[in-house]
């Protein structure tokens, strides 16, 4: 099912090949700065062809976080072919399951500190207008307009001098 980019199931839209080049480049860019101790502490115990098994083990963590994006994609669409699995086929149920799930762990994480739960739920129905505004969407006027019409242009700085 592709529902292009801001239909947004869990693979964006995005093709096998695709996805799984922007996961990994992803994975690389947040996780290798956390292999970096390890690495240099390997770096330091290897005596000969170093730069080969440097590379073999910065490669091997690299397609280890790829396969995970295999798996990630497979689970991604199946679950986007298979809403209702997860309780998401309608606006309705998915407003449900939604609550159910907040509270469930509402209330496993006041049982796991042997707190009593005080769970209060509003549920309000807002415009697609309200939404918007709320995630700061919104048209935005500049109140600061008096700050750009004093400044002069570069091209202004140039012919003065």
Not at 28 to 50: F, G, K
Not at 97 to 106: A, F, G, K, M
Request: aromatic share 8%; charged share 20%; hydrophobic share 45%.
């Amino acid at each position: 099912m592709d529902m292009g980019l801001w239909g947004m199931p869990g693979t964006m839209g995005m093709s096998f090949g695709s996805f799984l080049v922007m996961w990994t480049l992803m994975m690389a860019a947040m996780m290798l700065s956390s292999m970096a101790p390890l690495a240099l502490l390997y770096s330091r115990t290897i005596t000969t062809h170093r730069g080969p098994r440097l590379t073999a083990f910065g490669s091997g963590y690299i397609m280890a976080w790829g396969a995970t994006g295999v798996a990630a994609f497979i689970a991604a669409e199946f679950f986007a072919e298979n809403q209702n699995i997860a309780g998401f086929d309608n606006p309705g149920k998915s407003l449900f399951t939604t609550i159910r799930e907040l509270t469930e762990n509402s209330l496993d994480a006041a049982e796991s500190i042997n707190v009593l739960p005080n769970i209060s739920i509003t549920v309000e129905q807002i415009s697609q207008e309200d939404l918007n505004k709320q995630q700061g969407l919104g048209v935005h006027e500049r109140v600061d307009e008096k700050l750009y019409k004093k400044a002069d242009s570069p091209k202004k700085k140039l012919s003065k001098a």
